[in-house]
T-cell receptor, first 115, second 115 residues
Framework: EPEVTQTPSHQVTQMGQEVILRCVPI?????FYWYRQILGQKVEFLVSFYNNEISEKSEIFDDQFSVERPDGSNFTLKIRSTKLEDSAMYFC?????????????FGPGTRLTVL | DQQVKQNSPSLSVQEGRISILNCDYT??????FLWYKKYPAEGPTFLISISSIKDKNEDGRFTVFLNKSAKHLSLHIVPSQPGDSAVYFC??????????????FGQGTILTVHP
């Protein structure tokens, strides 16, 4: 069964450093998403991406965040200058249609720890 | 953001009995609802969904009921099995407009099924 994969599974970084989280969505999917879950809190939407453009982003997704689809298979989330409060599980998801009519499938997540 | 609420943080059920997980929402623009199951250190796994044009959807042991007038949905698991023990998230999305597939999640309910 096709699945979304994410690397690394755990990333530890120093405050102020740049991190890139990587995702390989399901191959025939066209819509890509990033979510995060701070420990003990809800899963929160960050950004949706389609046709090489951001479709929607939340208030969390400020200028420190960017997304990219550098080739036909990878989808990345970059945080330029990490803060302590960026520590969270980051989940990538993909769907073949907008989540309103189709299902988003999630990867296993990357645990980001900012020291 | 309290647009999707799961008011029961936990539920404990005996193996073989019915588990009923509840979810309430406030945004009348939501028209697609999903249930995800999550184990520790894994991403959310899709279980079942329902469109707002239906009031029931069934898949094996899992049934989701939607009451639009009450803005309430529930997930029934019959019979419950110990392997069902996990955190269950309710999620909702709106149709088009400015909501490009963004899922809004509830806080989750921890289900424990005792042998």
């Amino acid at each position: 069964e096709p699945e979304v994969t994410q690397t690394p599974s755990h990333q530890v970084t120093q405050m102020g450093q740049e991190v890139i989280l990587r995702c390989v969505p399901i191959s025939n999917h066209l819509y890509f998403y990033w979510y995060r879950q701070i420990l003990g809190q809800k899963v929160e939407f960050l950004v949706s991406f389609y046709n090489n453009e951001i479709s929607e982003k939340s208030e969390i997704f400020d200028d420190q965040f960017s997304v990219e689809r550098p080739d036909g298979s990878n989808f990345t989330l970059k945080i330029r200058s990490t803060k302590l409060e960026d520590s969270a599980m980051y989940f990538c998801a993909s769907s073949s249609d907008w989540g309103g009519t189709d299902t988003q499938y999630f990867g296993p997540g990357t645990r980001l720890t900012v020291l | 953001d309290q647009q999707v609420k799961q008011n029961s943080p936990s539920l404990s059920v005996q193996e073989g009995r019915i588990s009923i997980l509840n979810c309430d929402y406030t945004n009348s623009m939501f028209d697609y609802f999903l249930w995800y199951k999550k184990y520790p250190a894994e991403g959310p796994t899709f279980l079942i969904s329902i469109s707002s044009i239906k009031d029931k959807n069934e898949d094996g042991r899992f049934t989701v009921f939607l009451n639009k007038s009450a803005k309430h949905l529930s997930l029934h698991i019959v019979p419950s099995q110990p392997g069902d023990s996990a955190v269950y998230f309710c999620a909702a999305s709106g149709a088009g407009g400015t909501s490009y597939g963004k899922l809004t999640f509830g806080q989750g309910t921890i289900l424990t099924v005792h042998p």
